[in-house]
Nanobody, 124 residues
Framework: QVQLVESGGGLVQAGGSLRLSCAAS????????MGWFRQAPGSEREFVAA????????DYADSVKGRFTISRDNTKNAVYLQMNSLKPEDTAVYYC?????????????????WGQGTQVTVSS
């Protein structure tokens, strides 16, 4: 059974930083792509960032490019999202997810397992 557990969310002022972590189990972690998505109240879940199985390739939503960085440590079965220069519009529940594909995939329907999410709130 694949399990994904996010941590690191919280309340931060605009301009601040947070680092989200996602611990994975139940799958050969180094052979699957990973992604971060977010969902704000009343909105659909949207793509934030993705990373390939090897970590050599990444992809970002335009809204977070230059501010967020996705990374992974295949020795620890973990993926991270470093979020800098946070804005109030970044407020959402953030989810990590895993895909059977090797590549950095921005499409949420390609992901087959999801974590339960961690709340990020950015105050103005």
């Amino acid at each position: 059974q694949v399990q994904l557990v996010e941590s690191g969310g919280g309340l931060v002022q605009a301009g601040g930083s947070l680092r989200l972590s996602c611990a994975a189990s139940g799958r050969t972690f180094s052979t699957y792509g990973m992604g971060w998505f977010r969902q704000a109240p009343g909105s659909e879940r949207e793509f934030v960032a993705a990373i390939s199985a090897s970590g050599s390739s990444t992809d970002y939503a335009d809204s977070v490019k230059g501010r967020f960085t996705i990374s992974r440590d295949n020795t620890k079965n973990a993926v991270y999202l470093q979020m800098n220069s946070l804005k109030p519009e970044d407020t959402a529940v953030y989810y990590c997810a895993t895909t059977r594909r090797l590549y950095a995939i921005p499409r949420k329907w390609d992901y087959d397992y999801w974590g339960q999410g961690t709340q990020v709130t950015v105050s103005s």
